[in-house]
Nanobody, 125 residues
């Protein structure tokens, strides 16, 4: 069992930055593929980016603005968000995949086994 806890959300003005953290339990954190997703009210959860053995990959709408990093010694993955826009307002969740997955699967919610509760990000105009 893996427990994921996100932090770092909040209210920020358009153009600002936030760094989200996702702390994971589990002794084999370094082997997990980690993903970030977001869900706005009334919308489906959407893929933001992922870090796996296959590399780092981002959704088109965040390329050049968001960066994923991870610190295996701290069992933590980060999402640095710059140049935030009001349309980035969402609940952001991290997810972990325990086991091999295709790179395509890791862009979908079904590619992950564990989810955090999420952290709210609100971007004002």
């Amino acid at each position: 069992q893996v427990r994921l806890v996100e932090s770092g959300g909040g209210l920020v003005q358009a153009g600002g930055s936030l760094r989200l953290s996702c702390a994971a339990s589990g002794r084999t954190f370094s082997t997990y593929a980690m993903g970030w997703f977001r869900q706005a009210p009334g919308k489906e959860r959407e893929f933001v980016g992922r870090w796996s053995s296959g590399g780092i990959y981002y959704a088109d709408f965040v390329k050049g603005r968001f960066t994923i990093s991870r610190d295996n010694a701290k069992n933590t993955v980060y999402l640095q968000m710059n140049s935030l826009k009001p349309e980035d307002t969402s609940v952001y969740c991290c997810a972990a995949a325990d086991g091999p997955r295709t790179l395509v699967a890791l862009t979908t919610t079904r590619g992950y086994d564990y989810w955090g509760q999420g952290t709210q990000v609100t971007v004002s105009s």
